[in-house]
C-alpha cells in the first residue's frame, strides 16, 4: 500500500463525545498542553492501548 493509501484509510471520520467534571476536564487540557501534546491525541492513544491489550483476536 502506498503512502497515499495509508493516509486515507487512516483518515479521522468519526467523533466520541464525553460528558465529564469541567474541573478534570479542564485539568487534562492544561497538563496535556504542558506536555507539548493534545488531548484529543492523548484520548485516541489511550483508546488505541486499551483496544490492543483488550482484543481477544
Do not use: H, W
Amino acid at each position: 500500500m502506498n503512502k497515499k493509501a495509508d493516509k486515507k484509510s487512516n483518515k479521522k471520520n468519526s467523533q466520541l463525545v464525553l460528558r465529564l467534571n469541567k474541573d478534570e476536564r479542564d485539568a487534562f487540557v492544561q497538563l496535556c498542553n504542558d506536555m507539548d501534546t493534545s488531548a484529543a491525541r492523548e484520548i485516541r492513544g489511550f483508546i488505541r492501548t486499551f483496544l490492543k491489550e483488550n482484543q481477544t483476536e
